[in-house]
């Protein structure tokens, strides 16, 4: 005789999900990635700036201090440290409006994906959806992640 939660379970539709595929294949998310690019591009570069004329400040010191007088040398040693101070606050600004825009993104195009599941879930009569960051093993036939994506490219 068959356990009385195993005969239940016989009819109970599960459905998986790999997030982790939809993020990196739904055209969302590129989407969403080159806005972000667009959107920071200027700010990156200037960065990229600002290091090259703080290695050339670095390169100066280091080629001509030793002939450079005492106040000469205290001067370029005192706006290296400036320019590398205001370096690092740019720096940490930037990775910081960064990753706040980029969860904004992930939050708005995780919404949607969590949508797209639950009218698939409703649809195909599914009784449970999980994904890999709550299973530890699915299956083939349990697998939506194509209809999943599908639904997302179609959008």
Same mark, same amino acid.
């Given at each position: 005789?068959?356990?009385?939660?195993?005969?239940?379970?016989?009819?109970?539709?599960?459905?998986?999900?790999?997030?982790?595929?939809?993020?990196?294949?739904?055209?969302?998310?590129?989407?969403?990635?080159?806005?972000?690019?667009?959107?920071?591009?200027?700010?990156?570069?200037?960065?990229?700036?600002?290091?090259?004329?703080?290695?050339?400040? $670095?390169? =100066?010191?280091?080629? *001509?201090?030793?002939?450079?007088?005492?106040?000469? @040398? %205290? !001067?370029? &040693?005192?706006?290296?440290?400036?320019?590398?101070? $205001?370096? =690092?606050?740019?720096? *940490?600004?930037?990775?910081?409006?960064?990753?706040? @825009? %980029? !969860?904004? &993104?992930?939050?708005?195009?995780?919404?949607?994906?969590?949508?797209?599941?639950?009218?698939?879930?409703?649809?195909?009569?599914?009784?449970?959806?999980? !994904?890999?960051?709550?299973?530890?093993?699915?299956?083939?036939?349990?697998?939506?992640?194509?209809?999943?994506?599908?639904?997302?490219?179609?959008?």
């Amino acid at each position: 005789m068959m356990p009385v939660y195993l005969a239940y379970a016989a009819d109970v539709k599960i459905g998986f999900v790999s997030v982790a595929k939809i993020l990196q294949n739904a055209p969302q998310a590129e989407a969403a990635s080159k806005r972000l690019e667009q959107e920071f591009a200027p700010r990156q570069k200037a960065l990229v700036e600002a290091q090259k004329s703080l290695r050339k400040q $670095e390169e =100066k010191l280091s080629k *001509d201090g030793v002939v450079m007088n005492d106040s000469q @040398r %205290r !001067n370029l &040693e005192s706006d290296i440290r400036a320019q590398a101070r $205001e370096l =690092k606050r740019t720096s *940490d600004e930037f990775r910081e409006d960064f990753n706040i @825009r %980029r !969860n904004e &993104e992930l939050g708005k195009f995780q919404k949607q994906v969590l949508e797209v599941i639950n009218k698939l879930a409703k649809e195909e009569n599914f009784d449970l959806v999980v !994904n890999d960051g709550a299973a530890l093993y699915a299956g083939p036939q349990v697998d939506v992640t194509e209809k999943v994506l599908k639904s997302l490219t179609s959008k």
